[in-house]
């Protein structure tokens, strides 16, 4: 007979790959050093908004407060950038919500103060809550709309938590620059679902965005279509992957779709990589009824897609066989794929065995070239690779370390890229600053050239740049 301490120690066992798995593909790289698309400037962006600077590393002052994504117009002197804002009054939560979410809120509030009434006390039943955003949103509610009669049915700590309370509403808008300064536009969309990639289509007339699928559900990802010049958003498709690709032509998506909805926190699902074609041949939106199948994978929100102008079409995806032994298990590393629909119906490994090891096991963060020779992958402790699409060749710029490095390396342009260097340690003794912002180039034979951009730079500027955002 089985004991119940045998089959739960069987059962952990099994479920270990898929755990490693789910841990393989976890986490973010936030890209904070936005390089304009003539190199001239970067967008930085720091844990209060948006700055910019120079090719010498020069700092504007804050010009944005609030934003947390950027992503520039072709022109080099507009942006579409995510920024939030605080909201403590139900107008305008109401209003970024939408009709129906709006009414489901309602009626949820009304139902819990039904209970209240009936005796109830707020602390059993708003248990649980914390500072998920449903629910506070649902206490805005009853707080405008029962005031003092809430207050009275309230502990006297409770009402004081509740009357500070206030809801995150992330905005998406078009900013220009103007005399050093940044001048925020056109609204393009608001809602209380963080803002999680901005795509910009060919001829900056569209942009992809995705968002959290929901406020309290940052796993999986909603796809929009934005047009740059009016306020509301297309919805494309639910529960995707957060990093969505324009085809060549401009005219469809190319994304990572799961294949139902999401069922717990360590959920496995099977997941297609899909393109839709969102615009009709006059430039008009007209979202297809049903997307094509191009490939199979496993589910991950941070699966990136990028489509090269001749048509192949890169993602990183886990390659898992089932079943597995445990024992076998716990080598494997993300690959880079690439499929070519005009040339080849099969997938191609883009990584070389041999070159695979200078590769961070987790390739979420890859981003190519602008003359796409060259893809430039970043890793959560730090490494940055550089793959050389043609031969396969990695040049290993900087290896994992000790604590982690989460601002994502980018590119100025086809030669040079930007990344977080880290500091070697003093006598020691670990450095003051834990890395420096720096512009080095990729250029066969000139590698070991750069440029320390941070040195002027705030230790607090610097540290938020490299480690990560407080925007959650």
């Not at 967008?43 to 934003?67: F, M, N, S």
């Not at 289509?201 to 279509?225: H, M």
Request: glycine share 8%; net charge negative; hydrophobic share 40%.
């Amino acid at each position: 007979m089985t004991t119940v301490s045998a089959e739960k120690s069987w059962r952990a066992r099994a479920a270990r790959p898929a755990l490693l798995l789910v841990l393989l593909l976890a986490g973010c790289l936030e890209k904070h050093v936005v390089w304009s698309p003539d190199g001239s400037r970067a967008a930085v962006i720091a844990r209060d908004g948006l700055y910019l600077c120079d090719t010498d590393g020069k700092l504007t002052p804050l010009l944005l407060p609030g934003v947390y994504q950027a992503a520039w117009l072709g022109d080099s002197q507009r942006l579409v950038v995510a920024r939030k804002r605080k909201a403590d009054s139900w107008t305008p939560i109401a209003a970024a919500l939408g009709s129906e979410r709006a009414a489901a809120v309602v009626a949820r509030a009304e139902a819990l103060w039904k209970k209240l009434e009936a005796g109830g006390a707020w602390g059993v039943l708003t248990k649980g809550d914390g500072e998920k955003k449903e629910p506070v949103i649902l206490k805005v509610f009853l707080r405008e709309r029962y005031g003092e009669a809430l207050r009275a049915k309230m502990g006297a700590g409770d009402w004081d938590e509740l009357k500070s309370k206030q809801v995150e509403i992330n905005e998406l808008v078009v900013a220009r620059l103007e005399d050093g300064k940044i001048q925020p536009g056109t609204l393009l969309h608001e809602g209380l679902d963080e803002i999680r990639d901005i795509r910009v289509g060919r001829g900056d007339r569209f942009v992809a965005v995705t968002t959290n699928q929901a406020p309290d559900n940052d796993k999986e990802s909603r796809l929009l279509l934005v047009r740059i010049d009016v306020t509301g958003a297309t919805a494309v498709a639910e529960h995707t992957a957060a990093y969505p690709d324009w085809t060549a032509d401009g005219r469809s998506l190319v994304y990572v779709q799961a294949s139902g909805e999401r069922t717990g926190n360590d959920d496995l699902r099977l997941a297609t990589l899909v393109q839709r074609e969102v615009l009709n041949a006059d430039g008009q939106i007209k979202i297809a009824e049903k997307a094509e199948d191009l490939a199979g994978l496993y589910f991950q929100d941070q699966t990136r897609v990028r489509c090269l102008r001749d048509g192949r079409i890169l993602f990183n995806a886990a390659e898992f066989n089932l079943p597995v032994s445990v024992k076998d298990f716990g080598g494997d590393r993300e690959k880079l794929f690439v499929l070519d629909l005009a040339r080849q119906a099969t997938l191609v490994r883009m990584i070389p065995r041999s070159e695979a090891e200078k590769m961070p096991k987790n390739l979420t963060f890859f981003e190519v070239g602008p003359d796409e020779k060259q893809v430039l992958v970043g890793g959560f402790d730090g490494e940055v690779s550089v793959l050389t699409l043609a031969s396969g060749d990695v040049d290993e710029v900087q290896q994992a370390g000790e604590y982690s490095l989460m601002g994502a390396p980018v590119w100025r342009n086809a030669e040079e890229i930007t990344y977080a260097r880290r500091n070697p340690p003093v006598d020691g003794k670990e450095p003051s600053r834990k890395a420096e912002i720096v512009l080095r180039s990729v250029v066969p034979g000139k590698g070991d050239q750069e440029k320390v951009l941070s040195r002027d730079w705030s230790n607090d500027m610097l540290e938020s740049v490299f480690s990560g955002s407080d925007k959650k």
